[in-house]
């Protein structure tokens, strides 16, 4: 099973839009940009029939080093957690979505 990477983004729009392969790439690191800017603030990113990207804050705990035993804080952090939609989860699996299923 293959990767898909930036630069097969890049190919991909360049195959289907029809800009020349330095602005399809140009066009993709925008775009990336563009969330990763987003998130950066908190704030979420939702593509419709794709999912939903999120930010959520994790508060310190206490954890163990798996090989010593000791325990160790864990520090508060925020991590970056990407909720899928309806639609691709049906895509997935082959199935379809129900008429009036949200997304």
């Known amino acids: 099973m293959d990767t898909l990477t930036r630069s097969g983004l890049a190919e991909a729009i360049y195959a289907e839009v029809g800009l020349s392969r330095n602005e399809s790439a140009a066009l993709l690191e925008a775009v990336l940009e563009r969330i990763s800017s987003v998130l950066e603030t908190g704030e979420s990113v939702k593509i419709s029939g794709f999912g939903t990207f999120l930010i959520r804050?994790?508060?310190?705990?206490?954890?163990?080093?798996?090989?010593?035993?000791?325990?160790?804080?864990?520090?508060?952090?925020r991590v970056l957690?990407?909720?899928?939609?309806?639609?691709l989860k049906?895509?997935?699996n082959g199935t379809t979505l129900a008429k009036g299923g949200k997304e």
Not at 66 to 73: D, L, Q, S, W, Y
Not at 81 to 87: A, E, G, H, L, N
């Open 57 to 77: 804050q994790k508060g310190q705990r206490i954890g163990r080093n798996p090989k010593t035993g000791v325990e160790v804080p864990i520090l508060p952090r």
């Open 81 to 87: 957690t990407f909720r899928p939609s309806q639609v």
């Open 90 to 92: 049906a895509r997935i």
